[in-house]
């Protein structure tokens, strides 16, 4: 079945209906695109997660958690609430960010559309 | 009943209904059905979201869990929201770009193969019948204390007028009921809350030392560990929560109705605002119905819990604020069940029978009533299991569904946008081991086998100890999608160049 798939995919480049995107894929642009993606995106999952897992392995393998923070209001508590704040801080870190990502990848759409047109 | 509940519970549920009549009418193309026509804003959306992901199980489940366990119950709070950091890093956009209709869609952008549909429309209607069960469940336990109905009766009541929803209005009509329901939800959870606070005379210190001792467990109330005493178990529950969300069909459905993945990023937004207020509030719920209702008027009212919220209403706000919150719950429940028949009857209307049975040839029309057939077969299977699942465990059935996306359906489509080398043969391993892992362990698990006679469904030992299996199924669907793809040849780098390109500009044919 794959077979089928690629001919009639190879059917559709020869005739000129379908953008080359292995060149799009392979430019400069894209993959520079990619690695910021990757160098903004990864380091911050890699600590959401950390810090995420890290309650439930504080709260069931230790107990220092449940000393008192603010009056009656134990340490773990605190943890579980910084977890919405940071959920929120980093939404928004995101989407500053994620504005700078949306110019670069119009100028690659720009550019796929153009070398579509020349081919 | 006091005709008071009566008369408000009526009134909101034909709200409802009058804007699933005006949506209905402008309902044209199969396009319009499965997705709005791509016409909602990302606020709009992102509110749609939040109705979608607020069901039973977060306004019943949780205020019940925190009533009952105190922070142990917190803990679905938290995984539920950070969820959506794992939506909006990984998921969202690159979906959005990808996607038609469906997940199947999405992940056949990269693979033209049946059988890959098959399996994808197999996990999401499983996804959606668990879900289903869950929110059919508490409807009735729902309807069952405020009427006095029998079990069967309310879950046949709530069942008809999904089928209803979904039958003449499609998803302009449930996103909209999603967002009028959203807003009254909140609307409930703030007046709550502030009544809680009231009581506490706005001082959170002093409330944190009244709930010490207004529980059974004492100061044990603020400690974790509660219910969930074995640590790998813990992990395993929290694993579920936290991936399962970037695989919900139903909510993954919601990033189609927007026009670009711009917009898609503003509805992940708006819906991570509204749903991580909604659940900071759930904690005032929980420590008000411990404090106000307590333990025991609780679990007379429902052995799960599931009634602290509406209870904790009636002491606050006496007759009125009980059918307001009673009413917005059962909308809720409608509304979030109706998204569900929804996408589970895409997937079957779409994928098994547009792309399968038809081969791709229906017309717009036949896949439309293929749709409503589904929807209403989709409706009735629910119905039916719900009625024996009747003892079973809200907040479970939810975990569980939420276990299943991430193991089945959260692997591929991460494999599908970020892996080059990802294949049809590694496609469809990943979903059938995450799929039956998770459905194989669960039936294995203490909530099946009870050593203790009415527990669960069966009297034993049980032979997996968690009752949610995800820290070994998730990883099992990843192992799986990877070893079925380096152990085929099958390898096709130039489809993942142009997905790679699409997922990631945005990039689209003019047709």
Sequence with gaps: MDMAVNQEYDKARDNGNTVDFEKAANSNAFKKLL?????????????????????????????????PAIGDISWVWIFAISQFAMTWILCTIYVKKANTFDEQAEQIVEEIKRGGDSK | MSPIVIILF???????????????????????????????????????????????????????AIALFGFDGFFYSIGFLIAYLVVLFLVAEPLRNLGKYTLADMINSRFDAKKVRGAAALST??????????????????????FGLDYWLAVLIVGVMMTVYVLFGGMIATSWVQIVKAVLLMIGMIIMSFLVLLKFDFNIGQMFHDVKSATVHGADYLKP?????????????MLALVLGTAGLP?????????????????????????????????????????AFVGYDAIIAANSGGNMAAPLLAQVLGGDILFAFISAVAFATILAVVAGLVLSGASAFAH????????????????????????????????????????????????????CIAASANLPVILYTIYWKRFNTAGAVTAMLTGLFSALILVSLSPSVFSPVEGAALFVGEPIFPFSNPAIISVPLGFLGGYLGTILSKEADMRRFAEVSVKAHTGYKEEA
Excluded: C
């Excluded at chain 2, 026509?37 to 019943?60: C, K, P, R």
């Excluded at chain 2, 996804?127 to 309807?143: D, K, R, S």
């Excluded at chain 2, 560990?225 to 529950?237: A, D, I, R, V």
């Excluded at chain 2, 299977?381 to 024996?388: G, H, P, S």
């Design chain 1, 35 to 67: 690695e910021d993606r990757k160098k903004f995106i990864l380091p911050l999952t890699i600590f959401f997660l950390i810090f995420y897992f890290l309650l439930p392995i504080l709260t069931s393998y230790t107990t220092f958690l449940n000393t």
């Design chain 2, 10 to 64: 009526i009134a909101i549920v034909i709200l409802t209904l009058v804007i699933t009549y005006f949506a209905a009418k402008r309902t044209q193309t199969t396009g319009d059905f499965y997705t709005a026509g791509g016409g909602l804003t990302g606020v709009q959306n992102g509110i749609a979201i939040a109705g979608d992901y607020l069901s039973a199980a977060s306004f019943l489940g949780i205020a019940g």
């Design chain 2, 125 to 146: 209607i499983t996804i959606v019948t668990f879900y289903m069960i869950a929110q059919l469940v508490g409807a009735g336990a729902l309807i069952q204390l405020l």
């Design chain 2, 225 to 237: 560990g509660l219910q969930y005493t074995q640590p790998l178990g813990t992990l395993s529950l």
């Design chain 2, 250 to 290: 139903h909510i993954l459905m919601r990033f189609f109705t927007v026009k670009d993945a711009k917009t898609a990023r503003s509805s992940v937004i708006t819906a991570t605002w509204v749903i991580g207020i909604f659940y900071v509030l759930t904690l005032f719920l929980g420590f008000g119905a411990a």
């Design chain 2, 351 to 402: 994928d098994l029978y547009g792309e399968i049975v038809k081969k791709g040839k229906a017309t717009e029309k036949e896949q439309m009533y293929a749709a409503r057939y589904a929807s209403l077969g989709v409706s009735v299977l629910a119905i039916v299991l719900a009625l024996f699942a009747q003892y079973l465990n809200v907040a479970f059935l939810v975990s569980l569904a939420f």
